[in-house]
């Protein structure tokens, strides 16, 4: 085990290397840390070094912390998703001017609540660098709170806190009803709503909050380890950039990954497939320069695969939702039509393993919770997925899996060689 002084050397090393970039950049007049996400830009081994540099100061910090100021802090995590539901419900963000401070007299007279009050819930937020208070009585925002501006990012917080969360408030009772099950019913979620209907279909019920999840969906998508530049550094796509090559983006969405794609080649050709609601958005939202090489189809992929002579399948964040009984299921539909040399491509959060104790980790954990709650599905290990492809067939040989410094998501290849 690292000794104290090993950690902070190590700390005192990676911020070197940020801090010589961060003086770079604020050299050349660009973005402030202040302001801005200042390594969203930066080279990919920064952006690693940040991500190791947490790490170490998360274990530092439990390195130091008694096992009872740890627990306390557990056990008073609910008072943090307590403040984001209240920070949604009232929407505290938008009282606050985007670029300068406003007193709690003044948001106490535009939203009716009582002053005293507001202070709490503002300062109480503080304590998560979500607004700062820059003289006494006064609220600014932080980069954080700021960023809750984002429509988007809003109904993320919205997602997570009316969708999600409470769903996750039942999973106790959904195991105990349904242990074990593999059916996309019989979760958590089904019983905080009171429905039968798995969570897609029940969000097409009730397009308010299909849409918020689908705009939450979309703030997961962009900046730091999400973005999709990562996915871009995964594979050489330049080198199918041919006008003969056709990958299939299986259960696309509106297509935000193979919009990211289609931008980033000129020859070849895509399919975005979903649900025939959701593929209809994405055909009516399609960029007149990508008309030629992109298309969108109504296919449920549970059906036998429509499209053939197809060089890459690709899946992002499908069969995280789906238990390995349907998932494989999502996989054998894929063999009527697959050519020799056909790739599979996955990218989705990979499981580090068994007992990962780091914050980087933290993310995979939390959607492997979501996973489980909401859609009886699984955040998988490198090792799990290679399982999944055998159980599906033994024609498809695995290449392994690529991560690209900085990225949260991983790259799960697979060839058929029938
Ligand atoms: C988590 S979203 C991922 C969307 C997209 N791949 C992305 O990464 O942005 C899951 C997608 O699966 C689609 N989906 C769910 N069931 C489906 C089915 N049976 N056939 C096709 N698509 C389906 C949903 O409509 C949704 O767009």
Request: hydrophobic share 35%; aromatic share 16%.
């Given at each position: 085990m690292s000794s104290l002084r090993e950690l902070a050397r190590t700390i005192s090393t990676l911020a070197d290397q940020l801090d010589d970039y961060n003086d770079g950049i604020s050299a050349n007049g660009a973005v402030s840390p202040e302001t801005k996400d200042w390594l969203q830009n930066a080279p990919k081994e920064l952006s690693q070094s940040r991500v190791e540099l947490i790490d170490t100061l998360l274990e530092l910090k439990y390195r130091l912390q008694s096992p009872q100021a740890a627990l306390e802090d557990l056990f008073f995590g609910y008072i943090d998703t307590s403040s984001l539901q209240v920070i949604y419900a009232l929407n505290l963000?938008?009282?606050?001017p985007v670029d300068q401070p406003i007193s709690y007299a003044a948001i106490a007279a535009a939203s009716g609540f009582s002053e005293h009050v507001l202070r709490r819930l503002y300062r109480y937020a503080m304590t998560n660098r979500i607004f700062t208070e820059p003289e006494p009585g006064m609220v600014a925002h932080t980069p954080i709170s700021r960023m809750l501006l984002h429509p988007d990012a809003f109904d993320c917080l919205g997602m997570t806190m009316q969708e999600l969360q409470p769903a996750l408030n039942h999973l106790l009772d959904a195991l105990k009803t349904n242990p074990e099950s593999t059916e996309p019913n019989q979760t958590a979620y089904n019983i905080a709503n009171n429905t039968d209907l798995p969570m897609y279909p029940f969000l097409g019920k009730h397009p308010d909050r299909a849409k918020r999840f689908g705009a939450g969906m979309r703030h997961f998508t962009v900046g730091d380890h999400t973005d999709l530049r990562h996915l871009i550094d995964a594979f050489p796509w330049k080198t199918y950039d041919r006008e003969d090559v056709r990958m299939v983006d299986v259960?696309?969405?509106?297509?935000a990954v193979t919009l990211r794609i289609a931008s980033e080649t000129s020859k070849m050709k895509f399919t975005v497939q979903d649900l025939e609601q959701t593929a209809a958005v994405g055909r009516s939202q399609l960029p007149d320069n990508l008309k030629e090489r992109v298309q969108f189809m109504g296919h449920d992929f549970f059906s036998d695969q429509p499209s053939k002579d197809v060089d890459i399948y690709f899946f992002r964040?499908?069969?995280?939702?789906?238990?390995d009984k349907y998932s494989v299921k999502i996989i054998q539909a894929?063999?009527?039509?697959l050519k020799a040399g056909a790739k599979v491509l996955v990218y989705e959060h990979l499981r580090e393993g068994d007992s990962v104790m780091k914050w980087s980790g933290k993310g995979a954990g939390y959607l492997d919770m979501v996973m489980l709650g909401c859609y009886n599905g699984s955040v998988r290990t490198s090792e799990e997925w290679k399982a999944l492809f055998a159980q599906a067939d033994s024609r498809f040989v695995w290449n392994g899996v690529t991560k690209v410094p900085g990225s949260a998501l991983s790259l799960v290849e697979v060839t058929w060689e029938p």
């Open positions: 963000p938008s009282y606050v259960g696309g969405g509106q297509g964040w499908i069969m995280h939702n789906w238990s894929l063999i009527p039509g």
